[in-house]
């Protein structure tokens, strides 16, 4: 693996030593644009999904309370209509797909859908009855009447938008990267133009120079900065 990875950058190094300083300038700011907008487009879509399992959990674990809650209440006084009420409800909230009410002997007290009649067949739910290719989460709480333990609920909860959110923000990744990809791309050449272009005309100036031996020509840069003052500096040499 190491002396594979040693190949690797010794062609790369080739490759790179081949290449004129216009095509270096602007590999530079491709790769570094690129890579400087996908550590930013990563954290943030990191940061989104968590604080989207974060939002989900605190969601589903307060309307648990809530179902269990009220549950508990009319399991004690055997209000069966209410308790249909009640999940009828509480379904599709926060992506809760199914439920399953059971009292202290295991016996079924209400489910949805009604086709569940076993705690088997709820078990099984995600196989025999889910509708959507999305990923679910079995959970369950006691039903307590005081501190006497009545019965359970139990919920599928889909994983459904948590994973839609997350397919969204892949494609906006996709598409805030291709669009970096052209940024830097342009970046590259502005660099291009700005650092390269001067170097390119004091080189066709010392080939001209070479060819006619006319040593009255010149650069005319009239920039301020390094190349500027190189140009200058060529210039100078050139009158003497």
């Known amino acids: 693996m190491a002396s594979f990875t040693l190949r690797g950058i010794n062609k790369v ?24 907008l ?10 989104d999904l968590r604080l989207v399992k974060q939002l989900k959990e605190e969601q ?10 009220n549950l ?23 992506s809760i ?11 079924l007290v209400d489910s949805y859908p009604a086709t569940i009649k076993t705690l088997s ?37 889909s994983n ?3 994973e839609i959110r997350g397919e969204q923000l892949r494609q906006y990744a996709i598409m805030a990267f291709g669009f970096a990809l052209v940024l830097a791309v342009i970046v590259g050449w502005l660099t291009q133009k700005i650092i390269s272009d001067p170097l390119k005309a004091l080189q066709r100036l010392s080939n001209n120079i070479m060819e006619s031996v006319d040593y009255s020509l010149r650069s005319a840069l009239k920039t301020q900065d390094e190349i500027g003052q190189l140009s200058k500096a060529v210039d100078r040499m050139l009158g003497q």
């Open 13 to 36: 190094s080739i490759v790179l030593r081949g290449m004129n300083i216009s095509a270096k300038l602007t590999l530079m700011c491709v790769v570094t644009t690129a890579v400087a």
């Open 38 to 47: 996908f550590c930013v487009l990563l954290g943030f879509i990191l940061q």
């Open 60 to 69: 589903i674990n307060s309307e648990l309370t809530l179902l269990s809650s």
């Open 72 to 94: 508990s209440a009319l399991v004690a006084q055997d209000d069966y209509s209410a308790i249909r009420v009640v999940i009828s409800h509480s379904l599709r909230r926060h």
């Open 97 to 107: 797909v199914a439920i399953y009410v059971q009292d202290q002997d295991g016996s």
């Open 121 to 157: 067949d709820f078990t099984d739910f995600p196989r025999s009855y889910a509708t959507d290719q999305y990923t679910m989460r079995l959970l369950q709480r006691e039903l307590l009447s005081g501190n006497t333990h009545i019965g359970d609920v139990l919920v599928w909860v």
């Open 160 to 162: 459904s938008d948590v």
